[in-house]
């Protein structure tokens, strides 16, 4: 998948020392997915835990490690370098890298290339917890930022040693993102999506309801993730708390689930992409009461129900429909249920999680497992915000994949 913003920009990425350093053999992948060139540079501690071999597969292009390199610093290979890079991408980045940066000095080829350079400068920190909430790591970070460099993360999450907290590298597809973002575009621009999220609310009566435990997080992420990445959003909110994500163009209101169908319908005749993260109401009271019911005596109440309109179906089945992300909550047999929803509501994507127990709803972390016609990929748990870029950093590239193929 091409990303306008990153199609054949000349990103040098850094990489130093720590165990977080074998998702930058990913983050070479993908940046080369979203069209851009990348050379990489290795610091001596990051070839304790990955290989020169590997990344130049992935890149194609010759790895730099040392600025004792005869054959390469014959022609001031390291300047040659410097010249070339549009930016410069430091994943991970550990403490220690970051503090030498802040300090300006040049002991090896990294640092060296970016004091040579001009171009701008990502860190993506990934180290303990306690060494990134330490004092010398915030001042030397605000020293970078006041530079003009973008730090990207960490994300707060489990970290290698068993422990959990702020440190956590964040995942490939969330720097692509965010690099295309800061490069003034990202895998979204240019086209409108739709988010609806929340929960509905069916009355029974003017005091009591029937609705579920969706706290609306989940689509309040995907709608501030996808503005980042460039997308015109609206989007369409349950009865819930939040306030609208930055960057959201119009939000829209409902409590039931026919006042979501009819804002969905309106929104989903103009748009590219349809993300349907609410957690909709199955069923609806056959009847409302116009004044609150009474107990009488020992008697229990039954309530008829009826079954509220499939509004993913019915988009699905629309002459002209976006390109459709559905969800899928489940308890159990996740793979099996969302597979089937995936074939008999005719959509593109299905974000599955498992809910329950403290998982999905209500909490601020999430971990999906996403299906399309022909393939898979699962999304390890984090903080749904950055959960939010992973998912459409596969929905974007998904959506070009479709379009083209139907071109």
Same mark, same amino acid.
């Given at each position: 998948?091409?990303?306008?913003? #990153?199609?054949?920009?000349?990103?040098?990425?850094?990489?130093?020392?720590?165990?977080?350093?074998?998702?930058?053999? /990913?983050?070479?992948?993908?940046?080369?997915?979203?069209?851009?060139?990348?050379?990489?540079? &290795?610091?001596? @501690?990051?070839?304790?835990?990955?290989?020169?071999?590997?990344?130049?597969?992935?890149?194609?292009?010759?790895?730099?490690?040392?600025?004792?390199?005869?054959?390469?610093?014959?022609?001031?290979?390291?300047?040659?370098?410097?010249?070339?890079?549009?930016?410069?991408?430091?994943?991970?980045?550990?403490?220690?890298?970051?503090?030498?940066?802040?300090?300006?000095?040049?002991?090896?080829?990294?640092?060296?290339?970016? #004091?040579?350079?001009?171009?701008? #400068?990502?860190?993506?920190?990934?180290?303990?917890? =306690?060494?990134?909430?330490?004092?010398?790591?915030?001042?030397?970070?605000?020293?970078?930022?006041?530079?003009?460099?973008?730090?990207?993360?960490?994300?707060?999450?489990? #970290?290698?040693?068993?422990?959990?907290?702020?440190?956590?590298?964040?995942?490939?597809?969330?720097?692509?993102?965010?690099?295309?973002?800061?490069?003034?575009?990202?895998?979204?621009?240019?086209?409108?999506?739709?988010?609806?999220?929340?929960?509905?609310?069916?009355?029974?009566?003017?005091?009591?309801?029937?609705? @579920?435990?969706?706290?609306?997080?989940?689509?309040?992420?995907?709608?501030?993730?996808?503005?980042?990445?460039?997308?015109?959003?609206? &989007?369409?909110?349950?009865?819930?708390?939040?306030?609208?994500?930055?960057?959201?163009?119009?939000?829209?209101?409902?409590?039931?689930?026919?006042?979501?169908?009819?804002?969905?319908?309106?929104?989903?005749?103009?748009?590219?992409?349809?993300?349907?993260?609410?957690?909709?109401?199955?069923?609806?009271?056959?009847?409302?009461?116009?004044?609150?019911?009474?107990?009488?005596?020992?008697?229990?109440?039954? &309530?008829?129900?009826?079954?509220?309109?499939?509004?993913?179906? /019915?988009?699905?089945?629309?002459?002209?429909?976006?390109?459709?992300?559905?969800?899928?909550?489940?308890?159990?047999?996740?793979?099996?249920?969302?597979?089937?929803?995936?074939?008999?509501?005719?959509?593109?994507?299905?974000?599955? @999680?498992?809910?329950?127990?403290?998982?999905?709803?209500?909490?601020?972390? @999430?971990?999906?497992?996403?299906?399309?016609?022909?393939?898979?990929?699962?999304?390890?748990?984090?903080?749904?915000? /950055?959960?939010?870029?992973?998912?459409?950093?596969?929905?974007?590239? =998904?959506?070009?994949?479709?379009?083209? /193929?139907?071109?």
């Amino acid at each position: 998948m091409s990303v306008p913003a #990153l199609a054949k920009r000349r990103i040098l990425l850094g990489v130093s020392g720590g165990i977080a350093a074998y998702k930058a053999c /990913e983050l070479v992948r993908r940046l080369r997915d979203a069209g851009a060139e990348v050379r990489v540079v &290795l610091t001596a @501690n990051a070839e304790r835990f990955v290989t020169a071999q590997t990344f130049q597969a992935l890149s194609g292009q010759p790895v730099r490690s040392g600025l004792w390199d005869a054959q390469a610093e014959a022609a001031m290979g390291h300047l040659e370098l410097a010249r070339w890079a549009e930016r410069i991408v430091i994943a991970p980045a550990s403490a220690d890298v970051i503090a030498r940066l802040a300090h300006g000095l040049a002991d090896d080829l990294l640092t060296t290339l970016c #004091l040579a350079s001009t171009a701008p #400068l990502a860190v993506a920190p990934a180290m303990n917890h =306690r060494m990134w909430l330490h004092a010398a790591t915030q001042a030397n970070v605000a020293t970078l930022r006041a530079r003009g460099a973008a730090v990207l993360g960490p994300a707060d999450g489990p #970290l290698a040693e068993g422990e959990s907290g702020p440190g956590r590298l964040l995942e490939p597809e969330a720097i692509v993102a965010e690099l295309a973002r800061l490069d003034g575009g990202g895998a979204l621009a240019g086209l409108s999506v739709l988010v609806s999220a929340g929960p509905t609310y069916e009355d029974i009566d003017p005091v009591r309801f029937i609705g @579920n435990r969706s706290s609306g997080r989940m689509g309040f992420a995907i709608a501030e993730a996808a503005a980042a990445q460039g997308a015109a959003v609206t &989007l369409v909110a349950g009865p819930v708390h939040l306030p609208t994500p930055p960057g959201v163009a119009e939000r829209i209101d409902v409590r039931s689930a026919r006042e979501m169908r009819e804002a969905v319908h309106a929104a989903a005749a103009h748009c590219d992409i349809f993300v349907s993260a609410a957690a909709v109401g199955d069923y609806r009271p056959a009847e409302v009461s116009t004044h609150k019911l009474k107990k009488s005596g020992d008697a229990g109440l039954a &309530l008829a129900l009826v079954q509220n309109p499939d509004i993913l179906a /019915e988009i699905a089945a629309l002459p002209r429909r976006p390109f459709l992300v559905g969800f899928a909550a489940e308890t159990r047999d996740v793979d099996a249920y969302a597979r089937g929803k995936l074939a008999a509501k005719g959509v593109d994507m299905i974000a599955a @999680n498992r809910v329950g127990d403290g998982a999905g709803f209500e909490s601020e972390r @999430n971990a999906l497992h996403l299906y399309w016609p022909g393939g898979d990929v699962a999304l390890a748990e984090a903080p749904k915000r /950055e959960l939010a870029d992973a998912l459409l950093a596969r929905v974007a590239e =998904r959506y070009r994949r479709t379009r083209t /193929e139907h071109a």
